[in-house]
């Protein structure tokens, strides 16, 4: 399991944190974790037994849902999944999302995808992956800060080449397990999570840096060399309410057929399809494929949240208020509901967003994969809906 300072460990119990999983408290961006003393590892036996009596707990509530042990519901689509799957922590991988980089690989098997601004309002994708049995994932790009408080909120694996400035120290907080692709960055020193150079592989069918790939078998072994416990913290929830079996959720405030985020420079939209009950996804003009299936990527739950932003300095590096809440909506069966989404607790990163009708209640999510587009607040205005 990551390291933790000796300080944190002492004081988990105040912060929220377990001896797994990576229920962790929020840092600032400009935090540096220095004068903490010596660094502690958790005790072997006490991880293993904690992890088991959590195998087991996780056996008893799959059971009473699902009625075998061997199946559960899956945390990330509401749908019913082996407990091998499902029962795991998911991977966050970001995601190359420029023209050079398409298709992506593996992007299919994303069963829930963040979308967020970088600088030069280019857009890049955070797959957060249950089921990610594959030979190639990617192209994998460098981390932002925001994106890391995303994948918190699913308690997932957060995996990236590279980072900018501005992450580092997040990347380096107690609690944050991360597989890196580099070791350093430059001004700021070691970042935690690498591994070694044979967890991400470069292809030659397209120029660096979008030709970066990983794969299950390689995160499978970051996963063990970094000792991070691959079992969800106790009294993780999950993040969404699915609808149940046979159930559909049919949002009340308007049709939507056509959506658009408002993206400038990839310029994207989902078209619905009423035979299938799904989203298809385009950009740059044209359908988003994956380059494994070699099929278009179509989602059942589309989501917009408006957060608050301003840039971190002249170079254009975006600074999202991932806590502060806001305007969302939620698309799906060709309709869609203004909403508004807030966090429970600001101060712990594994506190999820959740979203709200007009009357207060928590909506409901329809089974299946889910998109969602992080849009700046002084963009909201660029949001189509058709």
């Not at 957060?128 to 030979?135: G, K, S």
């Amino acid at each position: 399991m990551k390291r933790l300072v000796a300080a944190a460990f002492l004081s988990m119990s105040l912060l929220g944190m377990t001896a797994y999983g990576s229920e962790a408290a929020v840092v600032p961006n400009d935090t540096v974790l220095t004068g903490v003393g010596d660094l502690v590892g958790v005790n072997a036996s006490t991880e293993s037994a904690v992890s088991e009596t959590a195998a087991a707990d996780t056996a008893q509530e799959t059971a009473a849902d699902t009625g075998s042990e061997t199946t559960m519901r899956s945390y990330l689509t509401g749908e019913v999944v082996d407990t091998e799957i499902g029962g795991k922590r998911p991977m966050a991988i970001m995601l190359n999302n420029i023209s050079d980089a398409l298709p992506q690989a593996g992007l299919a098997n994303a069963a829930v995808v963040y979308e967020a601004p970088v600088e030069g309002m280019l857009t890049r994708l955070m797959g957060i992956f249950e089921d990610y049995n594959l030979d190639k994932i990617g192209s994998v790009r460098s981390c932002r800060d925001y994106f890391i408080d995303f994948a918190q909120e699913f308690d997932a694996i957060y995996v990236h080449y590279g980072q900018s400035v501005y992450a580092v120290s997040k990347l380096n907080a107690p609690g944050i397990d991360n597989i890196s692709g580099l070791s350093y960055q430059e001004g700021i020193g070691e970042v935690d999570g690498y591994t070694g150079e044979d967890i991400f592989y470069r292809t030659d069918d397209r120029p660096a840096p979008h030709n970066c790939y990983t794969s299950y078998d390689e995160l499978q072994t970051a996963m063990e060399r970094l000792e991070y416990n691959p079992l969800h913290y106790v009294g993780f929830e999950g993040h969404y309410n699915f609808a149940a079996d046979g159930q559909t959720v049919v949002p009340t405030t308007g049709t939507a057929t056509r959506i658009a985020p408002g993206y400038p420079v990839n310029s994207p939209w989902f078209e619905y399809n009423a035979d299938e009950g799904v989203y298809y996804r385009y950009q740059y003009g044209d359908a988003q494929i994956d380059q494994l299936t070699g099929e278009q990527v179509k989602y059942e739950n589309v989501i917009f949240q408006v957060c608050e932003c301003e840039n971190y300095d002249e170079n254009g590096y975006l600074n999202f208020n991932t806590k502060s809440g806001g305007d969302a909506y939620y698309f799906s069966q060709g309709a869609y509901q203004k909403c508004t989404w807030s966090v429970e607790n600001p101060e712990l990163y594994s506190s999820p967003a959740r979203y709200y009708d007009e009357n207060g209640n928590e909506i409901t999510l329809n089974q299946g994969k889910t998109w969602v587009c992080i849009i700046r607040a002084q963009d909201a205005e660029s949001i189509s809906i058709e």
